[in-house]
């Protein structure tokens, strides 16, 4: 083997050793722009299939295509150098046989340059975990609440929140930990269940709607940036973006009817003339 450029993203095994040390700061990004501001602040870059909803207007996760997961992990790798990158595989690219999952996830990281992969489900996945880690695919887990099962859930809602529910959770957290995976998204569950799944796998959690002691926290970006109309318990607004652009928009247009905008800084002088002969 040739030597090798050293590798200076933060790498999945990096984010697996951080089991129960300092927390795991992410946050989702689909774009170059924002991806670039956090690069240095977080430890991992989650390119969520939430960009269906968050960005195409979409009514869940389920439309997104490995097309748009490629077309938005190759604009945050752009912006980035630091964070490990982590693609979503989309609904119905990978359940069908590990197989199908390997074809996903080897198209994803290959075309974007990404770092690892992440899947939804439990123990029905966790065959395919396996077969993509042996493979050399990192692969993040999801559990608890998966948005690419709305039509089978029926709603948003928290998980976990009775024992029977939560005990079938929790195997599903060890069946993915077991199979390899290198850290756990566990989404919207009752956090006595967040701390369980902690305590119990050998990986990192990141919770979203789990637990303030699971290993690591991620949030969607324009959630915690006040850009979504809506957004579920779990966020905590960490700006209020959507009313500072709207107040800049109205400034602009009112500047644009009075012809204040343009003003002098903003226009170009005529070419110096050439002195007569
Ligand atoms: O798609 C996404 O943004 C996610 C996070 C909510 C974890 O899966």
Do not use: W
Request: glycine share 10%; net charge negative; hydrophobic share 45%.
């Amino acid at each position: 083997m040739s030597i090798q450029a050293p590798v200076r993203r933060i790498t999945a095994p990096q984010i697996r050793a951080r089991k129960g040390g300092d927390p795991i700061v992410s946050l989702t990004s689909y774009h170059a722009h924002t991806a670039r501001l956090m690069d240095d602040h977080v430890d991992f870059i989650l390119v969520g299939d939430s960009l269906g909803m968050v960005m195409h207007g979409m009514e869940s996760t389920v439309p997104v295509t490995v097309d748009m997961m490629v077309m938005h992990g190759r604009a945050v790798m752009r912006g980035t150098r630091r964070a490990l990158v982590v693609v979503d595989l989309p609904f119905g690219s990978y359940e069908g046989s590990p197989l199908e999952a390997f074809h996903t996830a080897s198209r994803i990281l290959k075309e974007t340059g990404a770092g690892a992969v992440k899947l939804e489900g439990g123990k029905h996945m966790a065959e395919t975990v396996r077969f993509l880690v042996d493979r050399g695919v990192p692969v993040m887990g999801h559990v608890g609440m998966t948005p690419q099962a709305i039509n089978t859930l029926g709603s948003f809602k928290a998980r976990g929140r009775d024992e029977g529910e939560a005990d079938l959770i929790l195997e599903d957290a060890c069946a993915i930990a077991e199979a390899g995976a290198f850290a756990l998204v566990v989404e919207a569950v009752a956090e006595s269940l967040a701390d369980r799944i902690t305590q119990e796998v050998a990986i990192p959690t990141i919770g979203i709607g789990g637990s303030v002691r699971c290993d690591g926290q991620i949030l969607v970006l324009e959630d915690m940036l006040g850009l979504s109309e809506r957004v579920p318990k779990f966020v905590r607004k960490f700006a209020d973006l959507g009313e500072q652009i709207e107040e800049a928009v109205v400034a602009y247009a009112d500047e644009v009817r009075q012809r204040t905008f343009p003003g002098p800084e903003n226009v170009y002088g005529a070419p110096a003339q050439k002195p007569a002969e």
